[in-house]
Protein backbone atom coordinates (compact mmCIF):
# COMPACT_ATOMS: atom_id res chain seq x y z
CA UNK A 1 0.00 0.00 0.00
CA UNK A 2 1.36 3.51 -0.78
CA UNK A 3 0.80 6.55 1.26
CA UNK A 4 0.85 10.10 -0.17
CA UNK A 5 1.04 12.81 2.15
CA UNK A 6 1.66 16.83 1.99
CA UNK A 7 2.36 19.41 4.22
CA UNK A 8 3.43 23.22 4.85
CA UNK A 9 0.45 24.98 3.52
CA UNK A 10 -0.92 27.94 5.89
CA UNK A 11 -2.15 31.52 5.82
CA UNK A 12 0.66 33.89 4.58
CA UNK A 13 0.42 37.90 3.62
CA UNK A 14 1.36 38.60 0.11
CA UNK A 15 5.19 38.76 -0.15
CA UNK A 16 5.84 36.02 2.15
CA UNK A 17 7.01 32.64 1.68
CA UNK A 18 5.71 29.21 2.06
CA UNK A 19 7.68 25.69 1.44
CA UNK A 20 5.19 22.38 0.54
CA UNK A 21 6.61 18.95 0.70
CA UNK A 22 5.19 15.62 -0.85
CA UNK A 23 6.43 12.38 0.64
CA UNK A 24 5.38 8.85 -0.85
CA UNK A 25 5.73 5.57 1.89
CA UNK A 26 5.15 2.31 1.09
CA UNK A 27 6.02 -0.13 -1.50
CA UNK A 28 7.87 2.08 -4.16
CA UNK A 29 10.14 0.78 -6.40
CA UNK A 30 10.45 3.89 -8.28
CA UNK A 31 9.18 7.44 -8.80
CA UNK A 32 8.90 9.12 -12.68
CA UNK A 33 7.82 12.07 -12.77
CA UNK A 34 6.50 14.46 -9.79
CA UNK A 35 4.61 17.83 -10.18
CA UNK A 36 2.49 20.37 -7.93
CA UNK A 37 -1.04 21.51 -8.82
CA UNK A 38 -3.29 23.94 -7.69
CA UNK A 39 -7.18 24.68 -7.93
CA UNK A 40 -9.01 27.72 -6.65
CA UNK A 41 -12.17 28.41 -5.73
CA UNK A 42 -14.64 28.43 -9.26
CA UNK A 43 -11.78 27.12 -11.36
CA UNK A 44 -10.11 24.01 -13.21
CA UNK A 45 -7.13 22.13 -11.33
CA UNK A 46 -4.17 23.67 -13.08
CA UNK A 47 0.15 22.42 -13.44
CA UNK A 48 1.83 24.98 -11.76
CA UNK A 49 5.47 22.83 -11.93
CA UNK A 50 6.65 19.93 -12.79
CA UNK A 51 10.24 17.78 -12.32
CA UNK A 52 11.31 14.43 -13.58
CA UNK A 53 13.62 12.09 -12.43
CA UNK A 54 16.84 13.02 -14.34
CA UNK A 55 15.75 17.00 -12.26
CA UNK A 56 14.25 18.83 -15.51
CA UNK A 57 11.82 21.00 -14.53
CA UNK A 58 8.86 23.48 -16.28
CA UNK A 59 6.90 25.49 -14.30
CA UNK A 60 3.37 27.66 -15.28
CA UNK A 61 4.14 31.34 -16.34
CA UNK A 62 2.38 32.67 -13.92
CA UNK A 63 4.57 31.29 -11.32
CA UNK A 64 8.15 31.25 -13.05
CA UNK A 65 10.88 32.90 -11.10
CA UNK A 66 8.86 32.93 -7.97
CA UNK A 67 8.67 29.06 -7.48
CA UNK A 68 11.16 26.59 -7.11
CA UNK A 69 10.18 22.85 -7.18
CA UNK A 70 13.16 20.24 -6.09
CA UNK A 71 12.78 16.30 -5.32
CA UNK A 72 14.76 14.17 -3.12
CA UNK A 73 14.92 10.75 -4.67
CA UNK A 74 16.36 8.76 -1.87
CA UNK A 75 13.62 9.99 0.44
CA UNK A 76 10.76 9.99 -2.20
CA UNK A 77 9.74 13.51 -1.49
CA UNK A 78 9.15 16.06 -3.75
CA UNK A 79 9.05 20.44 -2.36
CA UNK A 80 7.56 23.58 -3.92
CA UNK A 81 9.20 26.48 -2.88
CA UNK A 82 6.83 29.54 -2.94
CA UNK A 83 8.33 33.38 -2.48
CA UNK A 84 7.14 36.43 -4.02
CA UNK A 85 3.15 35.34 -3.16
CA UNK A 86 0.41 37.12 -4.48
CA UNK A 87 -3.31 36.70 -3.47
CA UNK A 88 -3.74 34.75 -6.93
CA UNK A 89 -1.87 31.87 -5.93
CA UNK A 90 -4.51 31.23 -3.21
CA UNK A 91 -5.86 27.53 -3.74
CA UNK A 92 -5.44 23.95 -3.04
CA UNK A 93 -2.29 22.82 -3.61
CA UNK A 94 -2.00 19.04 -4.82
CA UNK A 95 1.21 16.98 -5.65
CA UNK A 96 1.19 14.21 -8.50
CA UNK A 97 3.84 11.66 -8.07
CA UNK A 98 4.06 8.87 -11.09
CA UNK A 99 5.07 5.89 -8.58
CA UNK A 100 5.99 2.56 -10.05
CA UNK A 101 5.02 0.41 -7.67
CA UNK A 102 4.41 -3.70 -9.50
CA UNK A 103 7.37 -5.65 -11.91
CA UNK A 104 6.97 -5.19 -14.65
CA UNK A 105 6.99 -1.28 -14.18
CA UNK A 106 3.82 -0.08 -15.17
CA UNK A 107 3.49 3.77 -13.89
CA UNK A 108 0.53 5.03 -12.10
CA UNK A 109 -0.67 8.13 -10.97
CA UNK A 110 -0.56 9.43 -7.55
CA UNK A 111 -2.49 12.20 -5.75
CA UNK A 112 -1.85 13.92 -2.52
CA UNK A 113 -4.19 14.67 -0.40
CA UNK A 114 -4.25 18.94 -0.69
CA UNK A 115 -2.89 21.46 1.33
CA UNK A 116 -4.05 25.09 1.49
CA UNK A 117 -2.33 28.25 0.42
CA UNK A 118 -3.99 30.81 1.35
CA UNK A 119 -2.10 34.02 0.53
CA UNK A 120 -3.82 37.29 1.87
CA UNK A 121 -3.41 40.86 -0.38
Known amino acids: QVHVVESGGGLVQAGGSLRLSCEASGRIFSINAMGWYRQAPGKQRELVAG???????NYADSVKGRFTISRDNAKNTVFLQMNSLKPEDTGVYYC???????????????WGQGTQVTVSS
Open 51 to 57: ITRGGST
Open 96 to 110: NLELVTTFPPRPVDY
